[in-house]
């Protein structure tokens, strides 16, 4: 691993954060682009109506500019349960810890709106091995795999976590 670069963390959204969102994704080489838009809309939906939109986001800036986020919400109809519907970080800043440091961040303010369980799920196929192993890595545990869910052999597989005072908030 690099050494890590002092990053920022911030909960605003901004008028810049939809391109922001758009070239870390885009940097990442893992996101289709029908992907990519849906995670701008977030965004965009985040600035017309704020957390009434029932997304929270936290971006990660070094040097002033964004190279991360994360993006996650409750789940409706659970008992304090969020899933993590993104966590991205730009190609160049890539294992040098940041995607943890925001991991852990979220988990951190998922734990103080009142969460107690977080969810988040990648593919199966063989080029998100890293993703999975970075899950695993942070105490995520294989929840379930379902079989062909995106595509013909390629999976969805969930992950999970259960947060527990001590380990989560700082």
Known sequence: MQT???CTFRRTVTENDKQNVREILESTGFFYDFEIDVAVELVEESLKTGEACGYHFV?????????????FGDIPCT?????????????????????????LESERIIYKLGGNRVYLETSSM?????????YLKYGY????????FYDYDDDKVLFGKKLKPKSTVK
């Open 59 to 71: 971006f990660a800036d070094v040097d002033g500019k964004t190279v991360g986020y994360t993006c």
């Open 141 to 148: 545990e294989i929840e379930a795999q379902i079989k062909d």
């Open 79 to 103: 008992n304090n349960s969020y899933d993590i519907y993104w966590i991205g970080v730009h190609q160049s800043q890539r294992g040098m810890g940041l995607g943890g440091l925001l991991l």
């Open 126 to 134: 063989e080029k998100y091995i890293p993703t999975r192993s970075f």
């Open 4 to 6: 890590q670069p002092q």
